[in-house]
């Protein structure tokens, strides 16, 4: 699977909108893109995933480019339970999942 | 939604005894499983794979001696951690897998079990 790229920390106030980026210049046709998160302590929660057009559901939204080189996490209003690590993947269905370094998001009151 | 559970979700124990450590799927039938390790502020780490009824196949560096899986049935597996040193100290995350073609094929997560080797 593709290797992703993300800054490793980022700050966000409270009740501003989250964006997440991660770069995955090399992700082939079949790869979807995957956010997970993870709150100090626990294992890892889904978030959202898709492979060409944006997606959105109830936590957050991902906006992927034409070019599917990239792609941004959203989350619209953040809180301070928000803070947490997310882990961006590219990933061929039925492939394990293989985590890189993360962004730890730090939301401030 | 699919749910994954493990058991205990901490434990201490003294170097040179041995941990097991369960991780169940409550409601859907988990044909492969993952075993995670992670250790304080990195990543997680895929330890092993493992399929109902097959041997575990492990990640290059893990020793499958000392990390002894079992996925015995459709809805738990287990690591054991023998001999137990205080570098094996670490947080370890299961996740579950159902079969291909179903909603459950995605990967599932447990809450992880911190274990602390004294």
């Known amino acids: 699977d593709a290797k992703t790229t993300q800054p490793p920390s980022m700050d966000c106030a409270e009740g501003r909108a989250a964006n997440l980026p991660c770069n995955h210049s090399t992700i082939s046709g079949n790869e979807y893109v995957y956010w997970y998160r993870q709150i100090h302590s626990q294992g890892p929660q889904y978030i959202i995933h898709g492979l060409k057009n944006n997606e959105t559901n109830e936590m957050a939204s991902l906006i992927i480019t034409e070019d599917r080189k990239s792609s941004t996490l959203i989350l619209p209003h953040a809180t301070l339970r928000d803070t947490a690590v997310y882990y961006c993947i590219a990933r061929t269905a039925g492939n394990m999942l293989t985590f890189g370094g993360g962004t730890r998001l730090m939301v401030k009151p | 939604g699919a749910v994954v559970s493990q058991h205990p979700s901490r434990v201490i124990c003294k170097s040179g005894t041995s941990v097991k450590i369960e991780c169940r799927s409550l409601d859907f039938q988990a044909t492969t499983m993952f075993w995670y390790r992670q250790f304080p502020k990195q990543s997680l780490m895929l330890m092993a794979t493992?399929?109902?009824?097959?041997?575990?196949?492990?990640e290059q560096g893990v020793e499958k001696d000392k990390f002894l899986i079992n996925h015995a049935s459709l809805t738990l597996s287990t690591l054991t951690v023998t001999s137990a040193h205080p570098e094996d100290s670490s947080f370890y995350i299961c996740s579950a897998r159902g079969p291909s073609g179903k909603p459950s094929y995605e990967q599932y997560f447990g809450p992880g079990t911190r274990l602390t080797v004294t």
């Open positions: 493992s399929n109902e009824g097959s041997k575990a196949t492990y």
